[in-house]
């Protein structure tokens, strides 16, 4: 069965049912490991800007250094 065969009888379940639904569906996805990787109550390191001074001075010589070229 295929979404678009579904989709016209779920827009006509009233509101909770539909509540309902993404519930079963999203209890469904947290389980699945194919689309969830990671382990549950892991911690994962992930790189962000903070704490790196100077990426924004680099970023802001980029873009004066691309500036400079267009002109």
Same mark, same amino acid.
Do not use: C, S, W
């Given at each position: 069965?295929?979404?678009?065969?579904?989709?016209? *009888?779920?827009?006509q379940?009233?509101?909770?049912e539909k509540?309902?639904l993404?519930?079963? $569906? &999203?209890?469904? /996805?947290? !389980?699945?490991?194919?689309?969830?990787?990671?382990?549950?109550?892991? *911690?994962?390191?992930?790189?962000?800007?903070?704490?790196?001074?100077?990426a924004?001075?680099? $970023? &802001?010589?980029? /873009?004066? !250094?691309?500036?400079?070229?267009?002109?």
């Amino acid at each position: 069965m295929t979404l678009v065969e579904i989709l016209p *009888t779920i827009r006509q379940l009233p509101a909770f049912e539909k509540l309902r639904l993404i519930r079963i $569906l &999203a209890e469904e /996805l947290d !389980t699945n490991a194919e689309i969830y990787p990671f382990e549950h109550h892991k *911690t994962y390191m992930l790189p962000t800007p903070y704490d790196m001074f100077g990426a924004g001075q680099t $970023l &802001a010589d980029a /873009l004066a !250094t691309f500036e400079a070229k267009e002109q």
